[in-house]
């Protein structure tokens, strides 16, 4: 006579597989979430990298003066806000680097999320960069990101008065990037 024994899982086995997966997720999400920072402030150093390409090659195209500037309401430069609380890029076309109404917008972007922060050091203006016809920039100089939540992942676009932009993780003179 056969006996039929029952096939499944023991209390013991399945205690020790939640054991595991607890250790697994214990480890892993501190990990994900270092990632997952690091991934945002890149995302966000790359928009700004691509307008002032932009602002560059419309400069080029135009011939005529284009400027970034940092403005919080995205109708004015600004002296006084931070680059993080948003930029516009414009056609400067009466070179006064203020917009005006006789100037062209052409585009605008809000503030960066919580945490993340700009950060500009340069010789000339530090509220805007001016992009001549032929490309060349107006100042050289560093915008640092920084993320507040990890200094680590701090970085550089380094523009020179060619009006080249590049991306670092040290400053251009070798130093670490210091997030204040």
Known sequence: MRINSACGYSVVGLLVTIAITTILLG????????LVQSNRLTAQLN????TLNYARIEAIQRNQDVVVCKSRDLQHCSTEYDWHDGWIVFIDTDNDHHYSEADTLLRTHGALP?????H????GFSHHVVFRGMGSASTNGTFRFCDST??????ALVINLAGRIRVGTTLPDGNAIVCS
Not at 27 to 34: K, L
């Open 114 to 118: 919580a945490g993340l922060q700009v």
């Open 150 to 155: 990890n200094a680590a992942n701090a970085r």
């Open 47 to 50: 928009e700004f990298r691509t």
């Open 27 to 34: 480890i892993g999400i501190p990990s994900m979430a270092g």
């Open 120 to 123: 500009y050091h340069g010789s």
